[in-house]
């Protein structure tokens, strides 16, 4: 099915989200929608599907004009979407939530599982799937719950389907079977609109590529460009893609984890007898696949881990067993990996986001009431010195794409004086402008002296920040190896081999 938008525009008050945007998708190709967060891409193709309603231009489906009144019409059309923040039940079983919305029923109006359970089944099979229709979908790994939004979107016999920021929260190596999944899809026919904003993704699976820049298409790129070329598109300016950095002088003191244990509820080990050090004017990163014990680690470290055993402690003051609250008041900075849930309150302003961890300083609070005049001047400090996108410091964090979002997060940070700086997932949905930024503030907390510690899935992240590596595998450090170890020898260590020539 063809799939072409003609003059698509949207506006929020003031704000044009999307501005007189063309964009034609053909049956068997994957088209990359390239952009910068808060480019549009995401407002455009929520339009499409239905969820906003476009103030300007037309839909056409093989060359008919479209009028969706809501996401129903669009699937009836034949248009599926696998969203970024994906749109499941997590208490429903896969079964359950495939069938959401257009359930079938047997006798006496009984809805009909077992008919779930063989859409499930037939879909996964196609795509060779390992999936259990009768899963919660709350107890599964984010890779299978992204199947299960694209069963979800085949079940429904989708012929356009939508790809918004599927790789966000995806390891490496579910990123790789999801190309191979978009590949076979193509294989059959099936249009694909692929919105991104990592440069190898779209360089390795896109037939076109079309770059978004405020609301505006600004250009068409083919797959062969450069990443330089790409980035530039999106930005508008040229972008160092590459971290550029001194030879680390780390100093003495600094962090010291001595064999520490976290364990769950339940006496489960997920952090096994790890020890390391960050000096002071150090990146210490911690590499490794999502799920091997880097949250709980990172929860450890800051006081969110219920059950902990062994030793952390900063500047010779033990950590362990202190509060969050105490723990910050010690100088630690912290991003967590979930900038939503943990990181801001969304229906929060920017500004009393920037302040979260503040509440009690006389600065900012007195009498228990905010200082509105002292917290609008230094939100709007960060605001321009973080290159925060809002219209104001009264804006809701929520409202915000994820890429500002994450801004807001870093901005809090590190503006207070730090002895410790944790940042888990940096870059995490962040566009590439975004990251070269997020990774210059790093550097910068680095060589004004703070130990610094990096949790990132991403390989390229990790060794561009890193002055020596730790890999975790089934919540053990295998090795701490040098920041230029072979990505070879880092993939092997992740997956649980120890190279006694480069592990420390």
């Known amino acids: 099915m063809k799939l072409e938008l003609r003059g698509i525009t949207k506006r929020f008050g003031s704000l044009v989200a999307n501005d007189s945007i063309d964009l034609v998708v053909q049956p068997g190709e994957i088209h990359a929608l390239l952009g910068e967060n808060g480019a549009g891409k995401s407002t455009l193709m929520n339009v499409l599907y239905g969820l906003y309603q ?6 056409l489906l093989d060359d008919v004009v479209q009028h969706f009144r809501g996401p129903g019409d669009a699937m009836a059309a034949g248009i599926g979407m696998v969203h970024q923040h994906f749109m499941l039940i997590p208490v429903f079983t896969v079964a359950e939530n495939v069938m959401l919305g257009h359930e079938e029923t047997k006798g006496l109006g009984r809805l009909d599982i077992a008919a779930a ?30 199947r299960v939004e694209i069963i979800k979107a085949l079940s429904r016999d989708a012929k356009v389907l ?8 995806l390891t490496p190596q579910e990123t790789d079977e999801l190309m191979a999944i978009m590949r076979q899809l193509k294989a059959e026919g099936t249009a694909i609109v692929f919105i991104t904003h990592k440069l190898r993704e779209v360089r390795e699976v896109a037939d076109r590529i079309t770059v978004v820049r405020l609301g505006k ?8 460009a450069t990443n330089a070329e790409l980035a530039s598109l999106m930005v508008g300016r040229a972008v160092e893609l590459t971290v550029q950095k001194t030879p ?8 010291e984890v001595r064999d520490l244990r976290v364990l769950t509820a339940d006496g489960h080990v997920v952090v096994n007898d790890i020890s390391f050090d960050v000096r002071p004017g150090e990146v210490l990163a911690v590499a490794g696949v999502q799920g091997n014990g880097q949250t709980e680690l990172v929860d450890a470290l800051v006081g969110l881990a219920a059950r902990t ?10 950590l362990r067993g202190k509060s969050v609250r105490a723990i910050l008041d010690q100088g630690v900075g912290f991003v967590p990996e979930d900038r939503k849930e943990d990181g801001l309150v969304g229906s929060f302003s920017v500004a009393e986001n920037l ?3 503040r509440s009690s300083d006389p600065a900012f609070v007195q009498a228990g009431t905010i200082r509105r005049g002292v917290l609008d001047t230094f939100a709007r400090e960060r605001i321009r010195e973080y290159d925060i996108r809002t219209q104001g410091p009264e804006t809701p964090a929520g409202t915000l794409s994820g890429g500002n979002q994450q801004k807001v997060v870093i901005a809090r940070e590190m503006s207070r004086d730090l002895t410790l700086f944790i940042a888990a997932q940096p870059t995490r949905g962040v566009d590439v402008g975004s990251i070269e930024f997020i990774h210059k503030r790093i550097i910068e907390t680095r060589d004004a002296g703070v130990p610094v510690i990096v949790v990132s899935t991403e390989l390229d992240e990790v060794t561009a920040l890193a002055d020596r590596i730790a890999v975790m595998y089934r919540g053990a450090i295998v090795g701490i190896v040098p920041a230029d170890t072979p990505r070879d020898i880092l993939g092997l260590m992740m997956a649980g081999a120890t190279d006694p020539e480069v592990a420390a």
Request: no cysteine; charged share 25%.
């Open 54 to 59: 476009a103030d300007e231009g037309d839909i």
């Open 117 to 146: 359970r063989r859409h499930v089944r037939e879909v996964a099979e196609r795509f060779g799937f390992e999936i259990d229709p009768d899963a919660l979908v709350g107890d599964l790994p984010v890779g299978v719950q992204q």
């Open 162 to 169: 939508v790809f918004d920021e599927p790789t966000a929260v």
């Open 217 to 224: 298409i600004v250009g068409e790129a083919s797959p062969t």
């Open 248 to 255: 680390a002088t780390p100093q003495g003191g600094g962090l």
């Open 309 to 318: 055993e062994g030793s952390i402690t900063l500047g010779g003051v033990e």
């Open 355 to 357: 302040i979260l961890d």
